[in-house]
């Protein structure tokens, strides 16, 4: 049994930050640690699983959600109590020692005790004002569907010594429950930061991998290498290069039965990428509770076309064949390609004809910044992958040549794209629909360039991975 120093009421002179009298408002951290929505102290557990004997710890503040926010709502008692209304338990520490925790208690205990909210934001028993509530550095990925574009998180609480060193994880303040969106869903340019806006602006229209990358150097991620499982690098061709490694999450979600598939092809002009192309890409998407397949293949001048749509064909074969062993859907794959990765799942989905053997239908692929425009060489030469166009061109055009057009499409561009980038993505759309009666979801994604709205992935700006989401979870449902 738990004990409580019992304590006779103190005034304090610090002037506290009172919530408005009876007014339920989250106690939430001024700093948001990663999150979003900051932390919220919170009763652990919820409806019938609540643990109201466990000590309180904090969540992902629940914002605009009437009803499932009620164990995050507190008041401010005339006795200076912290007190739940919805199930009239108040905080109380167990101790007045370092590395107390706190409880929530029968408000008519005789341990309950007193709070200051200090107007610098430290919260201390209002008799032990160098003891502070402090939330744990330790983060912990709470149970949430996948697909939930917020990453529902959960930090401890104790008490411990107040030091201006620990000022990132003692700060408090009050936050009304409407003050944000849980989610950011549709935000146009949401979280992205006003310097990486300018970085993009000023690196134009071009092509730059490197300069582009360097911008998301120091940018906070949702999710790491130790929130997924990665496998090994799997064979899943007869060329030494189809290689593929899967990627489950093993902290905020494990890919449940039936789970949906991403699969990921790189690009890199045809010559270049790997399976590190998109490893923190596959890493985000399999932390939200999918099972991520991050594939490369056969670079150019060693492969020549048509080796790009047969690659992804022989990759989706594998993941078909092995779908129960992944605990995935093999109804449920969705094959996302970028720059010359998106050629090759484009030339895969349209033209079946070009690969040898079966060809399976997928539920939906996502053709990002998409080539699809057969050329030579910049300097006149012949292409690396293409090789020399002077007498088949026509026949190496996506374009004109669509033989299927059932599977249901995602054509993304960015808005410093490369012009001829636009060009195909607006040809190949108007195709499609004119000629072949497709419904094709297309998205421009303002602000960003040709690379960096895949190394924005798992950080603040969520909108590649709205559609991403959205388009695995409805692509199915399309006709």
């Known amino acids: 049994m738990r004990r409580f120093m019992l304590m006779a009421g103190v005034f304090v002179g610090l002037l506290p930050l009172h919530s408005t009298a009876q007014e339920r408002q989250f106690l ?76 929530t208690i029968d408000c008519a205990s005789d341990a309950v005790h007193g709070w200051t909210v200090h107007p610098g934001g430290r919260v201390t028993p209002v008799d032990a004002l160098g003891l502070c509530l402090t939330l744990s550095d330790q983060v912990v990925y709470v149970n949430t569907a996948p697909g939930n574009i917020t990453a529902n998180s959960s930090r401890d609480i104790s008490m411990q010594a107040c030091s201006a060193s620990m000022n990132e994880f003692q700060r408090w303040r009050w936050s009304d429950l409407a003050e944000q969106n849980t989610e950011s869903a549709n935000t146009l340019r949401a979280g992205m930061s006003t310097e990486i806006a300018a970085g993009i602006r000023e690196l134009g229209r071009n092509i ?36 593929l490694q899967v990627y489950t999450g093993k902290t905020r979600n494990s890919p449940r039965n039936n789970a949906p598939v991403l699969m990921l092809v790189h690009g890199g002009g045809f010559v270049r990428g790997s399976l590190q192309s998109h490893a923190q890409v596959a890493t985000h998407f399999a932390a939200l509770g999918y099972v991520v397949v991050n594939t490369t293949y056969t670079l150019a001048p060693a492969a020549k076309w048509p080796a790009g749509p047969q690659s992804v064909a022989a990759a989706v074969r594998w993941i078909k064949a092995n779908a129960e062993s992944l605990k995935a859907d093999p109804d449920s794959i969705i094959v996302f390609g970028n720059s010359a ?23 939906g692929v996502i053709v990002a910044s998409p080539g699809v425009i057969a050329r030579s060489s910049d300097d006149g030469r012949a292409h690396p992958y293409w090789g020399d166009q002077s007498t088949d061109i026509d026949e190496k055009q996506v374009l004109g040549n669509i033989e299927r057009s059932s599977i249901p499409m995602l054509v993304i561009t960015a808005e410093y794209d490369p012009d001829r980038f636009h060009q195909a993505a607006a040809r190949l759309v108007h195709e499609l629909v004119v ?35 959205d388009f695995i979870a409805t692509a199915a449902q399309a006709d």
């Open 28 to 103: 939430r951290s001024v700093s948001n640690l990663g999150d979003p929505s900051g932390y919220c102290l919170d009763i652990p557990g919820f409806g019938p699983r609540m643990q109201r004997d466990a000590p309180i710890t904090t969540h992902t503040c629940k914002y605009n959600r009437p009803g499932f926010s009620i164990d995050e709502e507190f008041v401010m008692t005339d006795a200076q109590h912290l007190r739940l209304p919805e199930f009239d338990l108040c905080l109380s520490a167990e101790s007045r020692e370092s590395g107390a925790r706190v409880y």
């Open 208 to 243: 730059r991998i490197a300069e582009t990358a360097a911008l998301y150097t120091d940018e906070p991620r949702a999710f790491g290498p130790a929130d997924v499982s990665v496998s090994e690098p799997i064979s899943y061709g007869p060329d030494t290069n189809h290689l």
């Open 341 to 363: 990765g998106a050629q090759h799942v484009a030339e895969y989905a349209l033209r079946p004809g070009l690969v040898e053997g079966d060809s399976p239908a997928v539920a």
């Open 435 to 469: 000629e072949h009666g497709a419904r094709v979801r297309t998205r421009q994604l303002r602000g960003h360039n040709h690379s960096s709205y895949m190394a924005g992935v798992g950080t603040t700006d969520t909108r590649l991975s709205e559609e991403v989401i």
